[in-house]
């Protein structure tokens, strides 16, 4: 059985050596180490033979098993590397040719502005919160102190989902959501997100639009204080040369209310932007009123607050000289890559 065994395993490595192609291994894997292979045959005629011979030669037929397995594997890797060898040795493919230039995007101008307005307000502590962009007629508009057919609904093109739930108009709801976490600490946070209005497309107004919300409330926050900090942000955002209006105005959630607007890039030449007016109203604002503040679970007696609600892609405009909103979501690259 010993010579069998020799016989085997140098009948193997010959064989072995003598294969040209990878596509040959499986077959001499089976035959000679397969579960039909020779060894596994020799192993079967081991009870053949006298009681006292099987162990060592069983040990004998298992080290040879290990070897071929070895020797297997090393011609494999050897195949292998001679097939990639001659792959790339016929193959015209010049590896050395640089590849196509993939140009790596960039962010959005809108995202662009809204990073740049959250930065603004962290220096002056307000942080980031976000609420949600379908809304129910409670939270866009009841707990505002719009109740339902008053007449200042009119102020915001609603796009309903059904009777109880709108796409939200503007962000001031965020306002209760932000008001009944924090109760009853005081609050300084922007809200950002989208907002929806049923209205007509025109160079300064979209039917989807960003606006970022801002909310204070604390002890002795007085209308002077929104001032301060609507000044700051203009100033940082546009730079010291632009100027800022106050209008009195009216919103029914504050009380007073005022509109702000900033001096416009035609530089009082007058343009389609600013409808000749060398102005452009950039954010509605106010003191919080007493109904919404106890709606969101503060004591008008003790606490009072301010609140800001201002576009987004309008500042960017603005800051940007460009003459017309639609561009923003039109999706043309000449545009988008100026930026
Ligand atoms: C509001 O939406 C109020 N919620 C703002 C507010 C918040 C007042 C808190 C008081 C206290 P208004 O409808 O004016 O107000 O919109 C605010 C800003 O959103 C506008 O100044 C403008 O910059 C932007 N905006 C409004 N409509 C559009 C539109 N269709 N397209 C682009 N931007 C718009």
Known sequence: MLEQINNLRERGQNELNALTGTDQLPEWYHRYLGRKGDLTSLLRQLKT?????????????????????????????????????????????????PGRPCTPGHLHLTTQTLRRIYQIFREMGFQVYEAPEVESD?????????????PSRDMWDTFWVNDKVVLRTHTSPGQIWAMREYFPEPIRV?????????EQ?????EHQFYQVEGLAIGKNIRLTDLIGVMGEFAHKMYGEERKIRIR?????????????????SCENKGCRLCKNTGWLEVAGA???????????????????????GMGVERPALLKHNIDDIRYFYNNDLRFLHQF
Not at 190 to 198: A, D, F, S, V
Not at 249 to 260: D, L
Not at 293 to 308: H, I, R
């Open 138 to 150: 409670e939270f866009n508009f009841q707990l505002l102190n719009i109740p339902q057919y008053h």
């Open 201 to 205: 497309i025109t160079p300064r107004s």
């Open 49 to 97: 033979l006298p009681a006292e011979e099987r162990p060592e030669m069983g040990k004998v037929i298992n080290k040879v098993k290990q070897e071929l397995q070895k020797l297997f594997e090393s011609r494999q890797q050897t195949l292998r590397e001679s097939k990639l060898d001659l792959q790339l040795e016929i193959d015209d493919l010049d590896v050395s040719l």
């Open 248 to 264: 009195g105005s009216y919103f029914p959630f504050t009380e007073p209310s005022i509109e702000i607007d900033m001096s416009c």
């Open 190 to 198: 922007i809200l950002p997100g989208k907002c929806y209005r049923y």
């Open 286 to 308: 106010g003191m919080v009123h007493p109904v919404v503040l106890s709606n969101g679970g503060y004591d008008p007696e003790e606490w009072t607050g301010f609140a800001f």
